[in-house]
Structures are given as C-alpha cells and as structure tokens.
C-alpha cells in the first residue's frame, strides 16, 4: 500500500520559515520524480516545486528564492524548506510521487502565515 505522510505544517508569522516532510512508503521511492502542491482557499491546486533523482529541481517563479526542494532517498522523505514566508503562501500544501502512469498524494498539511 502506497503512502504519503506530510508534516511540518503550522501557523507562522510573515517572513518565518517552515520545513515541510513527506515520508513515502510502498514505492521505489528513489525512482520517482517528487512534488510540492499546494492548494489555497478558493484556488486550483498548483504546482510549487519538484525533484528529479537528487539534484534536478525546478520551481514556480513565485517561491523561486525561497523554498528549497530537497529528498534523502535512504529515508524515504522529501522535504519543502520555506523561507520569508508571505500571506499569500497560506495553502493546503500536498506531497505528490509521480512516475510514468503512476501517480500518488498525500493527505496534506496546513500552513498558514499570518501575524
């Protein structure tokens, strides 16, 4: 059975950080392109950042900067760093594996900035 387990989710102030986690299970883990979404109230899912193998990573121009995708293949986990947090960052933030016709998510975790 696939899982994805976000963490690391909270309320922060403006300009804070956050560290999100997402342990995966029941898949190769090191052969799947990992992702950040994340979903605002009212908005469409969107895409924020991914990683191919360790080192290949790609973001959306508006956490370009900011947040650092990361993974550590021997524990299963990919990582969100968050820095300089803004309002408009608040979001349902979902973890996504995802290789050739095989797709899986998280659960999510809230993050909200606010001060």
């Known amino acids: 059975q696939v899982q994805l387990v976000e963490s690391g989710g909270g309320l922060v102030q403006p300009g804070g950080s956050l560290r999100l986690s997402c342990a995966a299970s029941?898949?190769?883990?090191?052969?799947?392109?990992m992702k950040w979404y994340r979903q605002a109230p009212g908005k469409q899912r969107e895409f924020i950042a991914s990683?191919?193998?360790?080192?290949?990573?790609n973001y959306v121009d508006s956490v370009r900067g900011r947040f650092t995708i990361s993974r550590d293949n021997a524990k299963n986990t990919v990582y969100l760093q968050m820095n300089n947090l803004k309002a408009e960052d608040t979001a349902v933030y979902y973890c996504?594996?995802?290789?050739?016709?095989?797709?899986?998510w998280g659960q999510g975790t809230q993050v909200t900035v606010s001060s």
């Open positions: 996504n594996a995802y290789r050739s016709s095989f797709d899986y």
């Open positions: 029941g898949i190769g883990f090191s052969l799947y392109t």
């Open positions: 990683i191919i193998g360790s080192r290949i990573t």
